[in-house]
């Protein structure tokens, strides 16, 4: 299966160049593989240069991960992480994800210098 970079995911979302979300919409259409860190950044573009709200990008992570063409790296971990970022979404997605990739691994608790953070289970403030 092929995978795509960040610029191709955001093309996707954003959709703010209609010749490059053609052709990410074409280069996908036989399927493609979203890593972690390609999820993470395109989520931080959309908040950081997007000025995406946290609803916005809640709407986001849902699309893609119910999108037909897409498969994303260990989706249940990216659900969890999204259910996680639903309750508080002033923890970051980010750290959301990073709390539950660490919990699918067996490589826990997470340590962290995080106050928010650490108020998930999994956890253990420093």
């Not at 053609?22 to 259409?29: I, L, N, P």
């Not at 860190?37 to 997007?50: F, G, I, R, S, T």
């Not at 498969?71 to 969890?80: E, T």
């Not at 490589?107 to 289970?121: A, E, I, N, R």
Request: net charge neutral.
């Amino acid at each position: 299966m092929r995978a795509i970079d960040t610029n191709v995911l955001l093309r996707l979302l954003v959709r703010d160049d209609c010749r490059q979300a053609a052709a990410a919409e074409e280069f996908v259409a036989a399927g493609a593989w979203v890593s972690h860190l390609v999820l993470a950044e395109a989520v931080w573009v959309l908040a950081a240069v997007y000025e995406r709200g946290a609803a916005q990008l809640i709407a986001a992570l849902e699309m893609l991960l119910a999108h037909r063409n897409l498969v994303l790296q260990d989706a249940d971990a990216v659900v969890a992480a999204l259910a996680h970022f639903k309750r508080r979404p002033a923890l970051g997605f980010s750290d959301c994800l990073v709390l539950e990739i660490a919990r699918k691994a067996g490589h826990t608790p997470l340590g962290s210098f995080d106050k928010v953070l650490t108020t998930l289970p999994h956890t253990q403030r420093l």
